[in-house]
């Protein structure tokens, strides 16, 4: 079964929040469960005027601990956990958050601090670049906040091989895998990648096949001929041998989608390598600075570039060259300026940063390149075959 997934913006601005976009926020959702992949300031409000709902989260990812990445995260978690119900604990089973060190000790810190207690456990999983990162984890329950999880499992990022930095704890055949990619501080991008899912059967050349079966089929113990082609659809599929010798072949597995999620960067390509040659149906990068009609005309692009660089952020034309050479399907542009507003009023600007970013990709991808702004939402669709 295809399972329906999107990606709806909490949270589009960088540094500073302004009164058209948030902190950055971006709410990963397959089949109904949510993944969070940063929660700046504010996080649990932008939830709130959404469509989604906050118990549905089930992880939360962090890209790096700048803070309008991750100041929302532990009022966030007091809300999703409805601490203030004595009477639901533990109901939803353990908040898996996954992110760079020291993530663990921060979170701790602040909730211990603030005298926090939440409805449900929690354990926050390391994503470390070095071995001399690693956290040893308190043996006495009162060294740890009173809902935490002590039973981690930290991730060493390696080099060099495709399942590097695969994170623990992600179900139903899902994988989600971490890379550190360039920024001032560490930081890192995810690949989210969907399970194979059964092909879809040729009725045009099946159905006769099953008319031509149907009463030897009945003998069979099958009240209706359909009834068979549950065995085509399963995991490694054998061909099916009808009654009268002739055969129906499995058709090949529908590919998963493939997600990027990137944390703030100048270079990402170290994230490139988990791909493994496949093109990711969606890229999501940031595009803090652009050369748009709010700035003087003796400005230059290039001292748009190094500004940015120079910071650990990108332009729109940085992030499609990264979509370029990754062969993703789609770019979503994120983590905009202060200056860009992300409304009605902002509109031409910001269709001259999209712009920007189409141009390195090609005109004739236009439909492909999308600036997010707060609570937009984008379906990604199942493609129909392997590259």
Not at 28 to 36: E, H, K, P, S, V
Not at 98 to 122: A, D, H, M, N, V
Not at 280 to 309: C, I, Q
């Amino acid at each position: 079964m295809v399972v329906p997934i999107d990606i709806t913006f909490l949270g589009t601005g960088s540094a500073q929040p302004s009164e058209t976009r948030n902190h950055q926020s971006i709410a990963f959702r397959a089949n109904g469960d949510i993944w969070l992949f940063d929660a700046g300031e504010a996080t649990q409000h932008q939830l709130q005027k959404s469509q989604l709902k906050m118990g549905r989260i089930t992880k939360v990812f962090i890209t790096h601990l700048h803070g309008d990445h991750c100041f929302g995260l532990a009022p966030l978690l007091c809300s999703m956990t409805e601490n203030l119900n004595p009477n639901r604990q533990n109901k939803e089973g353990i908040v898996d958050i996954y992110g760079p060190s020291p993530l663990r000790r921060w979170l701790r810190t602040t909730l211990k601090s603030t005298y926090s207690r939440l409805g449900r456990r929690y354990r926050v999983h390391e994503v470390l670049l070095d071995e001399s990162e690693r956290e040893i984890i308190p043996e006495r329950a009162a060294d740890l906040h009173e809902d935490e999880d002590g039973d981690v499992c930290d991730v060493l990022l390696l080099t060099g091989a495709d399942e590097a930095g695969a994170l623990p704890h992600i179900p139903n055949g899902w994988t989600v895998q971490a890379a550190p990619i360039q920024h001032s501080i560490p930081s890192l991008g995810y690949v989210i990648s969907e399970p194979e899912a059964p092909g879809k059967l040729d009725k045009t050349t099946i159905e006769p096949l099953l008319a031509k079966n149907a009463e030897a089929l009945k003998g069979q113990g099958y009240k209706h001929p359909h009834q068979i082609l549950g065995q085509l659809q399963k995991p490694n599929a054998k061909p099916l041998q009808l009654p009268d010798g002739s055969r129906i072949i499995p058709p090949p597995p529908r590919p998963g989608r493939i997600i990027v999620i990137l944390g703030d960067t100048c270079d990402p390509t170290a994230i490139i390598p988990l791909l493994n040659k496949r093109r990711p149906d969606v890229l999501v990068h940031e595009a803090t600075n652009a050369l748009t009609r709010l700035d003087p005309p003796t400005l230059s692009y290039d001292e748009v570039k190094e500004r940015a660089v120079a910071h650990g952020h990108s332009t729109p034309q940085m992030a499609a060259q990264v979509a370029k050479v990754m062969g993703a399907r789609t770019l979503l542009l994120t983590h905009f300026s202060v200056r860009y507003r992300g409304d009605k009023e902002g509109d031409e600007v910001m269709e001259e940063i999209r712009k920007q970013a189409v141009t390195v990709l090609g005109e004739e991808r236009n439909d492909d390149v999308h600036c997010a702004r707060d609570f937009w939402s984008y379906q990604v669709k199942m493609h129909k075959q392997f590259d």
